[in-house]
T-cell receptor, first 113, second 114 residues
Framework: DAKTTQPNSMESNEEEPVHLPCNHSTISGTDYIHWYRQLPSQGPEYVIHGLTSNVNNRMASLAIAEDRKSSTLILHRATLRDAAVYYCILMSYSGAGSYQLTFGKGTKLSVIP | DSGVTQTPKHLITATGQRVTLRCSPRSGDLSVYWYQQSLDQGLQFLIQYYNGEERAKGNILERFSAQQFPDLHSELNLSSLELGDSALYFC?????????????FGPGTRLTVL
């Protein structure tokens, strides 16, 4: 079962910042917060991940609340190519030294030209 | 291009049949994952292999089985197919099994059961 809550959909104007929220109130100390996105007709694509501290990479920034019960994916300037379903996922320890991704419904981001 | 290849791209078959989906991971990746994506269930984790051994199982039906071969490619076998098995099947690979490992997804195999 998905352990994250995201809005079903969001809209953004092109070249404006986008803040995609995610709640994960039952997160455990060993869970990593991962974000993936799925463009139409493609497989999911890694965006960013973090544990406790905020993270930046060339695609996005991840802001993690101090209590880790929520996080926000930030796209600094949305482009039409960023239109996708964005999944906030807790990478949880599944035993045997392994971690598992559990996908929820995600947020469908529409970018308006 | 993620570096993960899946064959075939499309597969159309009839109920009761058996099919095999193939996945080649990125060079150097030891871990392979299988996922099913249907309209009503979203992306569901099925099973994970690491260096030839099964490591984690998700919502995989007993009619489905998988294996990872010594050359690290993996196959997902689906038998006694039902209409509800129609879905996109994704394979992903990662270097290891750490919580920080990125999973790289293939383009998927679209299975249609008639």
């Amino acid at each position: 079962d998905a352990k994250t809550t995201q809005p079903n959909s969001m809209e953004s104007n092109e070249e404006e910042p986008v803040h995609l929220p995610c709640n994960h109130s039952t997160i455990s100390g060993t869970d990593y917060i991962h974000w993936y996105r799925q463009l139409p007709s493609q497989g999911p694509e890694y965006v960013i991940h973090g544990l406790t501290s905020n993270v930046n990479n060339r695609m996005a920034s991840l802001a993690i609340a101090e209590d880790r019960k929520s996080s926000t994916l930030i796209l600094h300037r949305a482009t039409l190519r960023d239109a996708a379903v964005y999944y906030c996922i807790l990478m949880s320890y599944s035993g045997a030294g392994s971690y598992q991704l559990t996908f929820g419904k995600g947020t469908k981001l529409s970018v308006i030209p | 291009d993620s570096g993960v290849t899946q064959t075939p791209k499309h597969l159309i078959t009839a109920t009761g049949q058996r099919v095999t989906l193939r996945c080649s991971p990125r060079s150097g990746d030891l871990s392979v994952y299988w996922y099913q994506q249907s309209l009503d269930q979203g992306l569901q984790f099925l099973i994970q292999y690491y260096n030839g051994e099964e490591r984690a199982k998700g919502n995989i039906l007993e009619r489905f089985s998988a294996q990872q071969f010594p050359d690290l490619h993996s196959e997902l076998n689906l038998s006694s197919l039902e209409l509800g098995d129609s879905a996109l099947y994704f394979c992903a690979s990662s270097v290891g099994i750490s919580g920080t490992d990125t999973q790289y997804f293939g383009p998927g195999t679209r299975l249609t059961v008639l």
